[in-house]
Nanobody, 121 residues
Framework: VQLVESGGGLVQTGGLLRLSCAAS????????MGWFRQAPGKEREFVAA???????YYADSVKGRFTISRDNAKNTVYLQMNSLKPEDTALYYC????????????????WGQGTQVTVSS
C-alpha cells in the first residue's frame, strides 16, 4: 500500500489550500480515508475522515472550514482547507483503514509520508 500526499505549502491566515492523497495497492473504494496532522511537540491528531459509504467525520476544530472528499475512480482523497489559521500549521498525513471507527490514529495501518502546511499570521 502506498499513500502519497501533495498540496501543502505556505499560506497566510485566512487563505486556503487543497491537499490530495493518491492511493495505490489497496481496494480504495472499500477503505475509510482519513486526514491527520501533527504539529511540533504535539501528538498526531484526527482532522477528517470519509468512509467508503460517503459518511464524513470532522474534528471540532476544523468543522465548517475543512471539507474532505474522495474520487474512487482516481483512488484519491482530498482535503479542502479554507479560512486557515496559524494553529492549523502542521504536517498533514493521509491514512487508510478498514475500521469503522474513523478518528483513532491507532486503527489506521496505512500512512503517507505527510505534507507540510504552514499558516503565517
Amino acid at each position: 500500500v502506498q499513500l502519497v500526499e501533495s498540496g501543502g505549502g505556505l499560506v497566510q491566515t485566512g487563505g486556503l489550500l487543497r491537499l490530495s492523497c493518491a492511493a495505490s495497492g489497496l481496494t480504495f473504494s472499500m477503505y475509510t480515508m482519513g486526514w491527520f496532522r501533527q504539529a511540533p511537540g504535539k501528538e498526531r491528531e484526527f482532522v477528517a475522515a470519509m468512509a467508503w459509504s460517503g459518511s464524513t467525520y470532522y474534528a471540532d476544530s476544523v468543522k465548517g472550514r475543512f471539507t474532505i472528499s474522495r474520487d474512487n475512480a482516481k483512488n484519491t482523497v482530498y482535503l479542502q482547507m479554507n479560512s486557515l489559521k496559524p494553529e492549523d500549521t502542521a504536517l498533514y498525513y493521509c491514512a487508510a483503514t478498514s475500521s469503522r471507527v474513523p478518528a483513532l490514529v491507532s486503527l489506521y495501518p496505512y500512512w503517507g509520508q505527510g505534507t507540510q502546511v504552514t499558516v503565517s499570521s
